[in-house]
């Protein structure tokens, strides 16, 4: 299904849709909030962005100094050019483990290689442990959000599905109750569990090792109880210097959610005695999109989920609108990238208004880029970009509903429009103090100039 | 089954494609030495109150102490060595019913809160986060103003593992509502000496 046709069904439901789109908004406002406390924020998000354009241009050897230290440190190093090697070499060490059931805490790659079906199709039991992804799991659902993966749920249906699985009170919708309900669960998991998977937030060239960033702990809980830990790692996480740290641990968590830092931020450079830990160094397209020059940065994200807490279209229309396992702005630039096909309406669910690039960290043009797969999109596969407008047409100009939330959420129209098109003031934009700019192009222009 | 052979290539793979990308020099900035204004220990203490942990005094945390009636206490601090009730095990896996884990943090970050420790303050990794409620003991002339100078003192020194610890164990899953106690600790309490 196509954006537009998505997004209809997520506005299906007014009163959650209103309340998706009023709590990332809050999310948003806090992040707005602290970044103000920072009087140095702006040199901040300057440095990250110069220190991951000076990663990217030097990708290769910092690659090598990470593998060489991480090797030095007595960590296992494996490389995979893709998702299906990535899931190869986790198999083939569970299996040399003789381990039936892990657990894994957030990883978006480990998402993105599609890696539980494939350890559920050999027999292993995955165990995803932060509490907003264990609901989705329990869902059968991807997470729609890549920082708070349940967001698109209401305590109501927690309440509903833990009754069915944890056995906790009908009808008992206190988040404290469940959450501890969970707690319990999921202890019993991280202390039978022999093998712990983790993301990786970053990875240090200069030191070989590699930072874990969560609230919950939950990472903590499983590797430091496992024999072996397996971190699944982009190969564009690195960063050349210790020190570097201190910019990005100032700006992820200020950035994603609003606190000053996450409340667990482990450096893990050798195992502990008698144990074991990998990292797989996954491509899976990265190389492809650093050889694109007009995208390459997009691969200078840090995963904060900024730009979808601020972004109209994905505030208004929910994570899995987008189909992809990275939803959002950056979603809609990393995306087409890995399919340009499947995705190709993702570039067009966006209003341009800019509002992604200002408040991401790292300084990535996210809305030129997003500008720029259009012509990409349109123009190089000019057969597919005709069935490309037609299918836009018929998805938004269909349906009332989407109609009128692209129509009011287009550039010029934001400006003037009176609070009555949706249930959304739209006056959201001038609470935000970060202005964007003006686009390009709007999206009826874009339609005027490519509906041929 | 991915033999030894392919690994090699999928490295060489990798590393090739990056190679054969032209790349303009980007120079690597410096950082510069970011401060912050005002009185350390107020701020970090205000920063852990916001991350939901509490500072206290070592007469306070005396206090407390005994009205928890705890039945396993690990403390790894000189200030508190005789609240010890249990030796640390081989296992973690033992610590599973640990009521309370005192153990020693090597410097506090008054911007947020964040206190350094590695393995030689932790005894066995999984300490800090299994125990059910966890004390730091942390020497107040060890709190820094910035992350910037978090780094600069703990610079590349070795430890396995090491983590910058600001508050319990939380999560805001379940519709943003925030709830203590996720996986990990319940509560965190900072005494500051
Ligand atoms: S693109 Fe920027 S704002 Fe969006 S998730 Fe990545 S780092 Fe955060």
């Known amino acids: 299904m196509s954006h537009p046709a998505n997004a209809t069904e997520f506005l299906k439901d007014q009163a959650k849709a209103k309340w998706h789109d009023e709590t990332l908004w809050f999310v948003r406002d806090k992040r707005d909030r602290i970044s103000k406390t920072i009087p140095e924020w702006e040199t901040l998000r300057e440095l990250a962005s110069q220190i991951k354009d000076h990663v990217l241009a030097n990708l290769g050897s910092y690659l090598e100094d990470f593998e060489r230290n991480a090797l030095k440190n007595g960590i296992h190093i494996h490389w995979a050019t893709d998702a299906e090697e990535h899931n190869q070499h986790v198999l083939r060490i569970l299996q040399e483990k003789n381990c039936k059931a892990i657990v894994k805490s957030k990883s978006i790659l480990t998402e993105e290689c599609h890696l539980n079906p494939y350890l559920e199709k050999h027999g292993i039991e995955v165990v995803d442990t932060d509490l907003g992804e264990r609901i989705v799991q329990f869902l059968n659902q991807p997470p729609s959000h890549i920082v708070l993966p349940a967001i698109h749920l209401k305590k109501g249906e927690i309440s509903d599905l833990f009754h069915e699985k944890l056995q906790t009170e009908k009808g008992n919708h206190d988040p404290t109750y469940l959450t501890q309900a969970a707690r319990i669960h999921l202890r019993e998991k991280f202390l039978g569990a022999k093998v712990a998977i983790t993301g990786v937030n970053f990875g240090i060239a200069e030191t070989g090792e590699f930072v874990v960033c969560t609230n919950e702990g939950n990472a903590d809980m499983g590797v430091h109880l496992a024999d072996v830990h397996i971190a699944c790692m982009g190969i564009e996480k690195i960063l050349p210097r210790r020190k570097d740290l201190g910019v990005f641990l100032r700006l992820l968590a200020r950035s994603a959610t609003g606190q000053p830092i996450t409340n667990y931020n482990s450096h893990f450079r050798s195992p502990a005695r008698g144990k074991e830990i990998h990292i797989i160094l996954v491509d899976n397209g990265r190389t492809a999109q650093l050889a694109r020059e007009k995208f390459k940065n997009s691969l200078k994200c840090i995963r904060c989920g900024a730009c979808m807490n601020t972004c109209p279209i994905y505030r208004r229309s929910g994570g899995f609108s987008y189909g992809s396992t990275v939803p959002g702005p950056i979603g809609s630039i990393l995306s087409p990238g890995l399919d340009m096909k499947k995705h190709s309406t993702l570039p067009f669910a966006s209003t341009l208004c800019g509002s992604c690039s200002d408040v991401c960290p790292v300084k990535i043009n996210i809305h030129e880029q997003l500008y720029e797969w259009r012509q990409e999109i349109t123009k190089t596969h000019g057969e597919f970009g005709k069935g490309l407008s037609m299918k836009l047409a018929s998805g938004i100009f269909k349906s009332p509903l989407a109609y009128k939330i692209s129509g009011s959420l287009m550039r010029s129209a934001l400006k003037t429009l009176p609070d009555s098109l949706i249930y959304h003031p739209l006056n959201t934009w001038g609470k935000s103090r970060n202005l964007p700019e003006t686009p390009k192009e709007t999206f009826q222009q874009w339609y005027q100039k490519n509906r041929s | ?193």
């Open chain 2, 1 to 193: 089954m991915v033999s030894k052979e392919q690994i090699m290539s999928s490295r060489e793979r990798i590393l090739s494609a990056i190679a054969g990308v032209p790349s303009e020099s980007k120079k690597l900035p410096e950082i510069p030495a970011f401060r912050l204004a005002g009185d350390l220990e107020e701020l970090f203490a205000t920063a852990i109150m916001g991350n939901k942990g509490e500072v206290l005094s070592k007469e306070e945390f005396e206090k407390w102490l005994p009205t928890m009636h705890f039945s396993k206490v690990i403390s790894l601090s000189n200030h508190f060595k005789t609240h010890s009730t249990h030796e640390l095990p081989e296992d973690p896996h033992e610590l599973e019913d640990l009521g309370l884990a005192i153990l020693e943090g090597q410097l506090g970050v008054a911007e947020n809160g964040a206190i350094w420790m590695e393995d030689s303050n932790l005894g066995l990794r999984a300490l800090p986060f299994i125990t059910e409620h966890l004390a730091i003991v942390l020497d107040r002339n060890k709190l820094v103003e910035t992350m910037h100078q978090g780094y600069d003192l703990i610079g590349n020194a070795s430890s396995g593992f090491g983590l910058f610890i600001a508050g319990p164990s939380k999560t805001a899953d379940i519709e943003q509502s925030l709830v203590i106690g996720a996986h990990g600790a319940k509560s965190l309490r900072v005494v500051l000496i």
